[in-house]
């Protein structure tokens, strides 16, 4: 079961460009989550899409955009990337977006913004 | 809005029991989760509890209190492949938007 698939895995941009982190379940999931991670920190939520076709702003929005282009996928897009957006990225989803506190996370994009 | 405040570090032997604390302030609370990372991985779920009392799963037990704003992750019988770190994650607003904590290293010495 490949669960959640994040590509890239690595990406290094320089500041000002542009890329589209793509993120991919085969768990039939209702809603997924875009969430970042900095050195010592928990993880903070930057989008969140609690069915197909809907989307909606978490913690730290600013400066990303996401597309939720069906069921399956949900991609976030930098498009003017800045060294403060250099972190890991993690995609996750949950079967609904209902109180079970349970999200299946991917194995994490790393990018570093020079 | 959300905060939580757990341990940055634990030390514990092979074979000892831990606890890990968590408190949080929230609006709209809805339960609490734990979840576990190696080094470089994805965060992996242990447990979540949405009502008062103690869960438990194996090896690892969580409990809340909803009127303390409090909970608390124990692991028994620790295991050297029990090193990682540790984070609390209140749900808010009847939903799985969770917001984590900093998170607890755990470190397991033989």
């Known amino acids: 079961n490949a669960g959640v698939t994040q590509t890239p895995k690595f990406q290094v941009l320089k500041t000002g460009q542009s890329m589209t982190l793509q993120c991919a379940q085969d768990?039939?999931?209702?809603?997924m989550y875009w969430y970042r991670q900095d050195p010592g920190m928990g993880l903070r939520l930057i989008y969140y899409?609690?069915?197909?076709?809907?989307?909606d702003k978490g913690e730290v929005p600013n400066g990303y955009n996401v597309s939720r282009l069906n069921k399956r996928e949900f991609s976030l897009r930098l498009e003017s990337a800045a060294p403060s957006q250099t972190s890991v990225y993690f995609c996750?989803?949950?079967?609904?977006?209902?109180?079970?506190?349970?999200?299946?996370f991917g194995e994490g994009s790393r990018l570093t913004v020079l | 809005g959300q905060s939580l405040e757990q341990p940055s570090e634990v030390t514990a032997v092979e074979g000892a029991i831990v606890q890990i604390n968590c408190t949080y302030q929230?609006?709209?609370?809805?339960?609490l989760s734990w979840y576990q990372q190696h080094d470089g991985g994805a965060p992996t779920f242990l447990s979540y509890?949405?009502?008062?009392g103690l869960e438990e799963t194996g090896r690892f037990s969580s409990f809340l209190s909803r009127s303390d704003s409090y909970g608390y992750l124990l692991l028994q019988e620790l295991q050297m492949k029990d090193s990682a770190s540790y984070f609390c994650?209140?749900?808010?607003?009847?939903?799985?938007?969770?917001?984590f904590g900093a998170g607890t290293i755990l470190r397991v010495k033989s």
């Open positions: 996750a989803s949950s079967v609904q977006d209902r109180g079970t506190g349970e999200l299946f």
């Open positions: 768990m039939n999931h209702n809603s």
């Open positions: 899409s609690a069915s197909e076709g809907t989307t």
């Open positions: 929230t609006s709209g609370f809805y339960g």
């Open positions: 509890n949405g009502l008062d």
């Open positions: 994650a209140v749900s808010w607003e009847y939903g799985n938007k969770l917001v």
